[in-house]
């Protein structure tokens, strides 16, 4: 065997073991990889101390269903700060089974992440607290600081504990919104709007560079039921004065001087707190109560997510009832197709309730609606599947949320039974369509269109033309015939005349203790009301099971969530991805406005839309927190 032979069979040698060795460790990886994601994926049932507080610390807003964009999700979790979302029946279930759970002595909340969110929520939440207290538990906050939507919360709460150093904000409701005309014709656009309703508002963004008075008249008119309702809650459950909230807003800047400054003693004064201690001091003290926890050296106590993942798995190999009561979500924007939780699709939203129709197990469904409304074509193919489930057999009852306008009220309006918290927004009845042209963007430009076509009306829908009175006429008269469908619906589903309808309809926004009294909503009531009701009129007695009917992440986007977010929290440790900024959550309406808009696509462009979102009630990002 000659040298070169040698080197041959030791180099080939020396090869067959680094692939050996490269396959081993290609093998360990995958190993190492597949262990992570089972353990990411892996969901213990956590125990549960037989005597500890329950911690509910919801995070973002409170929402009626998730959205199931990962990145979203997952981009709220790794910037360091809350998730964007904390899902509301969550929260209600939790304080519910909490309510009998012997092992749960009481419920600690921490409100620091709670973001704005609508008050109909606040309301709900607010009821299980006080038939959790009811029981004969405790409820405690303690916080340094408490914005509007943050302290409504706290005040159903026994016991509300203000850092020494913290502060109280109240500031009442507002409506703001930005208008655009200026703007637009500094940039040469021609905004074409056609619309249906005395106070069908939303176009004047594009129209105005101010409030309508007629939308100034009907935005004073929910606005103050908003804030009475809110004042009336608070000020009862803290046992002070009817005007009590509006004098502590009036008189804050002289009182503040008064007492030097010194915000949380001014809360204390007003009685809008129980005492002023640190949250070690309230640690402390609840120690005694529920123990002290080794690890921590803190109160014992359970997360709310663990908590229910505890309670929940109890239930999940119990059989069965064959008579339940179905409820589908439909939470966000009406658009037309195929859409993800936290959106409204008309053909994905409509393929829920089908599926309810289908389900022989259920004799009765509820429609929880959370929506500003958007796409008509997709709110009629929505409204056809309630019409199609009642023809079944199957009653249908709507729950209306934070708000139900516009596009959300056409999907309600064929209902069995419409309930309402006082303070959802609804109605909004009204059409309109919106045609941008760029004609003289251009012409600043240096740049002319001209053509020619076959028909007189070739080419009149171009948006670098001017558009014509014959495609001005067609744009009107369809909005006109979709206002006068709408008032049908509501005609048909409400058994009002069509006249009488109109009356109360012309885009006109109502809160829910209006809208009950002109008949627009039949009861006040929250979801157990509506899921009550329902069984009632499929007669399924007491022995009945409630199901959310609602699509799943699928293992990918699970994982894809999961990835994303471990990316972007390394991305910020490593300062590479920045953390939000106090100018972007400034920018956030615009922001919204423009997403908003940009997401309608009704294929003929008409909708029945609402930009009557619930006045925002938070200090975030604005004192130091």
């Known amino acids: 065997m000659g040298v070169g ?31 992570f994601i089972l353990a990411a994926l892996h969901t213990s049932i956590p125990i549960v101390p037989h005597s500890a507080a329950l911690v509910i610390a919801p995070e973002g807003e409170l929402v009626e269903q998730l959205a199931s964009d990962p990145l979203r999700r997952a981009l709220g979790q790794a910037s360091g700060g809350p998730a964007p979302e904390t899902l509301l029946r969550d929260v209600i279930d939790a304080i519910v089974a909490a309510k009998s759970d012997a092992r749960i002595k009481l419920i600690v909340l921490d409100l620091d992440s709670l973001d704005s969110s609508g ?10 607290l ?11 906050v303690a916080a340094d600081l408490l914005d509007q939507t943050q302290y409504y919360l706290a005040a159903q709460a026994g016991e509300v504990y203000l850092d020494p150093m913290g502060l109280v904000y109240l500031d009442g409701f507002s409506y703001y919104r930005m208008f655009l005309k ?14 249906a309703g005395t106070y069908k508002s939303y176009t004047d963004q594009f129209s105005r560079s101010d409030m309508a008075p007629s939308e100034r ?4 008119v929910w606005l103050e039921a908003l804030w009475n309702a809110y004042q009336q809650d608070v000020t009862r459950a803290r046992s002070l004065s009817a005007g009590a909230l509006n004098g502590f807003v009036a008189d804050e800047p002289a009182a503040l001087a008064a007492v030097s400054g010194d915000a949380a003693k001014l809360a204390l004064q007003r009685g809008l707190v129980t005492a002023l201690k640190s949250r070690r001091q309230v640690a402390d003290d609840l120690k005694v109560l529920v123990g002290e926890d080794e690890d921590t050296h803190s109160f014992n106590s359970i997360g709310m997510n663990q908590y229910l993942a505890s309670v929940r798995s109890k239930h999940v190999l119990k059989s069965k009832s064959d008579s339940k009561v179905g409820i589908v979500v439909a939470s966000g924007e009406i658009l037309d197709g195929h859409q993800p939780p936290g959106t409204i699709g008309g053909e994905s939203t409509a393929n829920l309730l089908r599926q309810a129709r289908y389900d022989h197990a259920v004799k009765a469904v509820v429609l929880r609606v959370d929506s500003p409304g958007g796409s008509m074509f997709a709110s009629e193919q929505i409204l056809r599947e309630v019409q199609t489930l009642r023809k079944a057999g199957k009653p249908v009852v709507v729950s209306m949320s934070s708000y139900a306008a516009s596009g959300g009220y056409y999907i309600s309006s064929a209902a069995n039974q419409i309930f309402a918290s006082s303070t959802t927004l609804t109605g909004s009845i009204g059409v309109f369509s919106v045609v941008p042209t760029f004609q003289h963007t251009l012409e600043k430009l240096g740049v002319k269109v001209d053509g020619i076509g076959t028909t007189v009306r070739a080419g009149d829908m171009r948006q670098d033309r001017t558009l014509t009175p014959a495609r001005r006429q067609i744009l009107q008269s369809s909005v006109d015939h979709a206002y006068a469908e709408f008032l049908r619906r509501v005609s048909d589903g409400r058994k009002k005349p069509v006249e009488d309808v109109e009356k109360i309809a012309q885009g006109r926004v109502w809160a829910g203790v209006d809208a009950q009294r002109i008949g627009l909503v039949d009861h006040l009531g929250g979801l157990k009301d509506a899921t009550d009701a329902a069984a ?5 007695g007491s022995d009945y099971d409630v199901d959310y009917i609602e699509p799943e992440m699928s293992l990918r986007e699970e994982l894809l969530m999961q990835l994303r977010s471990e990316t972007l929290r390394m991305g910020q440790i490593a300062g590479i991805i920045p953390p939000r900024s106090d100018i972007e959550r400034v920018l956030d309406p615009v922001l919204e406005q423009a997403r908003a808009i940009a997401r309608l696509n009704d294929p003929r462009g008409l909708y029945a839309y609402c930009w009557c979102r619930e006045p925002r009630m938070t200090l975030k990002g604005l004192v130091g927190r």
């Not at 020396?14 to 490269?22: C, D, P, Q, S, T």
């Not at 200026?182 to 619309?195: H, S, T, Y």
């Not at 008249?217 to 004073?220: G, I, K, L």
């Open 217 to 220: 008249e009907e935005s004073s």
């Open 182 to 195: 200026d703007a637009i014709e500094k940039l040469g656009v021609d905004v074409n709007v056609f619309r």
């Open 5 to 35: 032979s040698s080197l041959k069979g030791f180099f080939g040698l020396v090869w067959r073991i680094l692939e050996g060795i490269r396959r081993v460790l290609h093998l360990v990886l995958l190993l190492v990889i597949f262990g």
């Open 119 to 128: 008050l109909s929520k606040l309301q709900e939440i607010g009821m299980a």
């Open 130 to 140: 006080r038939e959790f207290r009811a029981a004969g538990k405790r409820v405690v």
């Open 536 to 540: 009632k009129l499929a007669e399924l």
